[in-house]
């Protein structure tokens, strides 16, 4: 079987919006990615349970986001495993499963400066190399620098792609349908109708919302 590089992208996807697909997008471009796997969390032990909606709705919304795109996929195999999600056990179950394919983890700047404080961050980097998404120029200097520090330390192959800088969030989506506001363009069609259809993220005492 011929070896393919695949990019990861893993989080909770509380919805999964543009700016995520956008970034799957330029890692496949930047970093000649055969394909991007999304993997959206069970259940993060840094996020309270009470932010995020049911797996099965973020699965969805994953689903949907990525329907249109051949290189792309969703993986529920964080979804089926019992209790919290960790990054380094979803690589090591990947590594098991696809011992032929080169694993690349997608994630944006500032996880350079956290990484560290993850649970087995050794165990990460020795199944996958990085790609950090850098938003800001000003800051290149700073990433390489720390980019070189986990990899003299976890033996990390690291790449810096530089971003778009994007002001959007999946909370700032959250709450702009509390809020009975528009997320149009801000999320696929398909996720908007979804969200919508299901009533995801309405905050009840709102008597004056609008579905456009």
Not at 80 to 103: A, C, I, K, N
Request: charged share 30%; net charge negative; aromatic share 12%.
């Amino acid at each position: 079987m011929k070896s393919r590089k695949i990019g990861i992208m893993g989080g909770t996807f509380n919805p999964i919006h543009c700016g995520h697909l956008m970034l799957a997008e330029w890692a496949m471009d930047f970093a000649t990615l055969d394909e991007v796997w999304v993997i959206p969390t069970g259940y993060s032990y840094k996020k309270q349970a009470t932010e995020v909606v049911s797996a099965v709705h973020r699965y969805e919304m994953c689903l949907l986001a990525t329907a249109g795109n051949p290189r792309m996929k969703v993986l529920d195999l964080e979804m089926r495993r019992e209790g919290y999600t960790y990054s380094y056990e979803t690589f090591e179950q990947l590594s098991v499963q696809f011992p032929e394919d080169h694993f690349y983890f997608i994630f944006g700047a500032d996880c350079l400066f956290s990484l560290e404080t993850w649970k087995y961050p050794e165990r990460i980097f020795a199944k996958c190399d990085g790609i950090a998404a850098i938003r800001n120029d000003s800051m290149w200097e700073e990433m390489e620098q720390k980019a070189k520090e986990l990899e003299e330390r976890f033996h990390a192959g690291i790449l810096l792609m530089p971003f778009v800088r994007m002001e959007l969030s999946s909370t700032q989506i959250r709450n702009r349908v509390a809020e009975g506001r528009s997320i149009r363009y801000l999320v696929p069609d398909a996720v908007n109708s979804y969200i919508l259809e299901k009533r995801l993220y309405r905050d009840e005492n709102n008597r004056d919302e609008k579905d456009t």
